[in-house]
């Protein structure tokens, strides 16, 4: 049987045996002192919050976050937004479903997008840069990764391929942006936005779910893209008989260490070269557009004005198109 996409439900269906993919769960208490499940359930059409009433500690335990089941329950309306009622759940047997129906991917040709990063990094003139920048690329086993890896769990580019399409899609504008400011170093830009978000290949698990490794936990894809600059710049002084100029290699972690900007944001440092702030800014030029046009395509109340309020964007969002430029 075809699985049914959350982004098709609609108020008032009901759902006999349907396979979701549970991204979060919590044992919460009613005003009355009863227990209840709050779930997050997923598929790569989008997400939907999940309610359990008269729930039990041993229930709740048997829901594997991260994991499949089946359910039985129906759609409601829920101040605007669905939300589905568990009636019922039971495993999810293995082979019993595709698994590619539970994880977004990037609308993109993967290989395709991956080859233009490629053509834009080989411009890379400066020699220590790109012998660097080169064996980041040979390393097959993290480029594999690389290409498949999200951008994020919940935020922007939060599916599969989406750390490629948002690293090129900062390349492409750095291209048109660097002429405006000839005295930066176009170099050290297209390297740096290469390696700002790289750490996340290995911060983020993609198999099942997108969620985040112990690594990823422990580190983070900040202090993990700043260790493997080191490790590759001793590949690169091993293969050649000298060593990447220390100013080189330091302002090249120090545009990954600072591009987030604050140390509200995670950024262990505040950018301190004018490349740094032109990386920081590009990241979240991008990062803020695709977040606005995924709360608009990702609505569900196609005849309303307005989202709903997104907290990371702090706002609503307007929804109509009145300049047409959307409509391709």
């Not at 990764?145 to 999200?150: I, S």
Request: aromatic fraction near 8%.
């Amino acid at each position: 049987m075809a699985h049914r996409f959350i982004g098709e439900l609609r108020a008032g269906d009901r759902l006999e045996d349907e396979v979701f993919l549970v991204r979060s769960k919590d044992l919460r208490t009613t005003t009355a002192g009863g227990l209840y499940v709050h779930a997050v359930l997923c598929d790569r059409t989008g997400q939907l919050v999940a309610r359990q009433w008269q729930a039990t500690d041993a229930g709740f335990q048997s829901i594997p976050e991260g994991g499949f089941l089946r359910f039985k329950g129906r759609v409601e309306n829920y101040k605007g937004n669905l939300q589905f009622i568990i009636d019922a759940m039971r495993p999810a047997e293995a082979g019993s479903f595709e698994v590619a129906d539970y994880l977004p991917v990037a609308k993109g040709d993967p290989e395709r997008m991956f080859a233009r990063l490629t053509e834009i990094l080989g411009n890379i003139k400066h020699v220590d840069l790109k012998a660097l920048i080169g064996e980041f690329l040979a390393d097959e086993a993290l480029m594999v990764k690389f290409r498949r890896a999200p951008a994020a769990v919940n935020m922007h580019h939060a599916y599969i391929g989406g750390l490629l399409e948002h690293t090129l899609n900062l390349l492409e504008v750095a291209l048109v942006v660097l002429p405006r400011y000839p005295k930066l170093s176009r170099d050290l830009v297209l390297a740096g936005l290469f390696l700002h978000d790289i750490g996340k290949a290995e911060e983020l698990c993609f198999d099942t779910s997108i969620g985040y490794t112990d690594n990823g936990q422990l580190l983070g894809h900040i202090v993990q893209a700043a260790m493997w600059i080191e490790q590759k710049a001793a590949a690169v002084a091993a293969r050649v008989g000298r060593p990447v100029p220390e100013p080189v290699l330091r302002t090249l972690q120090h545009i990954v260490l600072s591009h987030h900007g604050q140390y509200a944001f995670g950024s262990p440092k505040l950018p301190a070269i004018p490349e740094a702030i032109l990386v920081h800014y590009l990241d979240n030029l991008d990062a803020k557009v695709t977040m606005f046009l995924s709360e608009i395509e990702n609505d569900r109340d196609p005849a309303g004005h307005w989202t709903n309020f997104n907290k990371a964007l702090e706002t609503k969002v307007y929804k109509p198109d009145v300049m047409g430029a959307r409509g391709g």
